[in-house]
């Protein structure tokens, strides 16, 4: 199944290339009857709106989208909202369309982009995420290569048809990409990261048997300076560190009785 998923990356790798590469030329001969500079000055703006498109959707929007549509739609709809972008790119018939068309599929592509990295993490062993992201990448790297010239004779021989061509790719991407997300259960922490919990202060006495796991955050914390009251000792039971929230599990009979955090801090301090 993961490399159904490394090769998505074929599909949606070569979009930045194919676009810096070809797009130039394209608004210079169809808008400004070639000339250069017009040409360039607004591919310009649209290589600006892309910016703009990465840095305010991951930062501002992604989240609340992805909790309005949930994991799966921000695929769709990401997908979607590529394909519509690149078929308004090659339907333009003024400069302002193009540039329009051109933050349509910028803003898709952020919505969809960080699914991938997601269903990485799903499939791959977590010993071996660094080599799964390396495969990810070579497959990516490989499409950027081969990507301008197997599009060279589709724009020689009719120019809009590139993007077209380009809303192709991303349509098998998504497919990939939706199905990839179908068959896989994400694993129980992510779940746990996805549900609301009551807020149980960490000092706060536990029912017998149970303990509160430490977040991704607060094992960095206890590294130093040891486990506070009421948390299970993330070393002694095995919890890998990862990004996820506190949460209560049960622990063994020998564990319940849990070190202080003032008595970890003053060894600590001694040493």
Known sequence: ???????????????????????????????????????????????????????IIPMILYEPFKRCVGFNGTIVIGGVTIIIGLIGNGAATTPTLFLLSTAVWASGFQLLGPAIPVLITRLADPTAFGRAFGFFMSFGNFSRMAGPSLMAPVFNWKRNWIFYGMAASI?????????????????????????????????????????????????DAAMMFGNL???APWRDKGLARS??????????????????????????SSA
């Open 1 to 55: 199944m993961i490399w159904v998923l490394f090769s998505a990356n074929l599909f949606v790798a070569p979009l930045s290339v194919i676009f810096d590469t070809f797009a130039n030329i394209y608004v210079r001969d169809l808008f400004y009857d070639g000339d250069k500079d017009k040409g360039t000055q607004l591919f310009s703006h649209c290589v600006a709106v892309i910016g703009v498109c990465l840095l």
């Open 171 to 219: 349509s098998v991407m998504a497919m990939i990409l939706l199905g990839v997300a179908i068959a896989t259960t994400p694993p129980a922490a992510a779940q746990g990261a996805c549900q609301e919990e009551e807020d149980v202060p960490a000092s706060a006495p536990q029912p017998a048997g149970l303990a509160r796991v430490l977040s991704g955050a607060t094992s």
């Open 229 to 231: 009251p009421g948390q």
């Open 243 to 268: 990004l996820q929230r506190a949460r209560t599990v049960a622990i063994a009979q020998q564990d319940r009785r849990l070190p202080m955090l003032g008595d970890r801090m003053e060894r600590h």
